[in-house]
Nanobody, 118 residues
């Protein structure tokens, strides 16, 4: 069983930065593809970024490209989402997820709220 825990959310002004972290109290994350998703009020959940198990391959959606960076430190069992130049439209609950394919995730965290004020 993999229990994911996110942290690092909060309230920030537009243009500011936050770094989200994700770790697990269970099995190691090093064998999993990891992704960050977000869900804004009244909207569907969307994938934001994902990273391969080794960290060699990453992907971010166009709406956050150049502003968000996903990374991982398998030695520390951590996955990060560095978010810069935040915009009010980035306001959402952010979730990390672990899976064995790019598009299928078996394990999810409880989410962390990110609120960007204008």
């Amino acid at each position: 069983q993999v229990q994911l825990v996110e942290s690092g959310g909060g309230l920030v002004q537009a243009g500011g930065s936050l770094r989200l972290s994700c770790t697990t109290s269970g099995r190691t994350l090093s064998t999993y593809i990891m992704s960050w998703f977000r869900q804004a009020p009244g909207k569907e959940r969307e994938a934001v970024a994902r990273i391969s198990s080794t960290g060699e391959n990453t992907f971010v959606v166009d709406s956050v490209k150049g502003r968000f960076t996903i990374s991982r430190d398998n030695a520390k069992n951590m996955v990060y989402l560095q978010m810069n130049s935040l915009k009010p439209e980035d306001t959402a609950v952010y979730y990390c997820a672990a899976g064995t394919t790019w598009f299928s995730y078996a394990y999810w965290g409880q989410g962390t709220q990110v609120t960007v004020s204008s």
